[in-house]
């Protein structure tokens, strides 16, 4: 009885370090030696890598010419090393779910086929690198069909070639070298599109009319210093709008259409003086009763160019956190002043 049940611990142990079977295959990680300074961890039946203080290409390309117990890996954190321009199939055949780079240093992705042995099972890529110049081509994840999520960011980051993708659900870009909006394609799933703290200045009209799925529009903390008709044409599913921190002092009519009373419109901290009927109104009737246009932080003159907002307890339950100037709440003054004397 004694030696079976140390035989079944044995067993027990033995399928721990391995992890569980699949395919009548225990599933493992590379022996320690081998793939070092990576570490390798068994999640259940997932692998999962990590990657750090790699100080050449050379170190992170002869790890992954060596032989696996399984090319099939869940995911990889790359981070803090020294990789230089990767190459083509840079993982030489093993695969993930998930792809991480994280605080490298001069490592770029000009070429074209770095991530091929994932093209089949990518889901999610992020490269956070705000030290050096650096490039990523975008046909490095031409033709990821199971790619949802993609995060490029760094302050010296160049985007080249175009975007297109039918499974990206959420899209993330930030540069300081990002002045306008980058080349995108057909993206007809994508839902979020965050371009915040970059440098964009100007949007060519319709810029995101294309996108049948879009939710959610981040353009905090850029650049841009007017709002022009025809500038913004969004899908009826837009629920956020942000344009917070940016240096916007004109506003033209008919600058955002396919807002509904499920949206909300941040034009908070910024340089518009006059709430003017014409650019507004429109907007804040398609918010009505539910949606928000949220304007704090501008220095609003509150003379009658206001009465029109002032008089109308509707619209001020929408625009609820304009202040004038002198840091007055619209909600506060007093709606009979404007009637009688605008």
């Known amino acids: 009885m004694k030696i079976l049940l140390v035989l079944l611990a044995l067993l027990f142990c033995g399928l721990g370090a391995q992890g569980t079977p699949r395919n009548g295959r225990a ?9 070092t300074p990576c570490v390798c961890t068994l999640n259940g039946q997932q692998i999962d890598m990590t990657c750090a203080g790699l100080t050449s290409l050379k170190s992170l390309t002869d790890i992954f010419a060596r032989t696996f117990p399984t090319n099939v890996l869940h995911s990889i954190v790359i981070q803090s090393s020294t990789l230089g321009p990767l190459p083509n199939n840079v993982f030489n055949g093993k695969s993930f779910e998930i792809i991480s780079f994280l605080n490298n240093r001069l490592t770029s992705f000009d070429n074209t086929g770095i991530l091929s042995s994932s093209s089949s099972t990518l889901r999610s890529l992020t490269v956070r690198q705000d030290t050096d110049d650096w490039t990523f081509n975008f046909a490095n994840v031409q033709g990821y069909n199971l790619l949802t999520s993609l995060e490029l960011s760094g302050y010296s980051m160049v985007l080249s070639g175009t975007l297109s993708s039918s499974s990206l659900t959420s899209l993330t870009l930030r540069s300081d070298f990002l002045a306008a909006l980058p080349p995108l394609g057909s993206l007809p799933a994508l839902t979020l599109l965050n371009l915040d703290g970059s440098v964009i200045t100007t949007l060519a009209g319709n810029s995101f009319a294309s996108f049948a799925s879009l ?36 506003v033209q009519p008919n600058w955002i259409t396919g807002v509904s009373t499920a949206t909300s419109v941040q034009l908070v901290n910024n340089y518009i003086s006059v709430l003017d009927q014409a650019s507004f109104e429109g907007v804040i009737q398609a918010l009505m009763p539910s949606g928000k246009m949220l304007l704090d932080g501008n220095p609003l003159t509150c003379g009658c160019e206001v009465a029109w907002v002032v008089t109308n307890s509707a619209y001020l339950t929408v625009a609820n956190d304009a202040r004038c100037v002198n840091g007055t709440r619209l909600a506060n003054l007093d709606p009979n002043y404007f009637l009688q004397n605008c």
Do not use: R, W
């Not at 709002?227 to 917070?244: E, F, K, N, W, Y």
């Open 27 to 35: 599933i493992a990680c590379p022996d320690s030696f081998l793939i």
């Open 215 to 250: 939710s959610e529009l981040y353009l905090g903390h850029n650049k841009i210093e007017s709002l022009t008709s025809g500038l913004m044409s969004l899908a009826g599913s837009i629920t956020q709008v942000d344009l917070s921190s940016n240096l916007i002092d004109t």
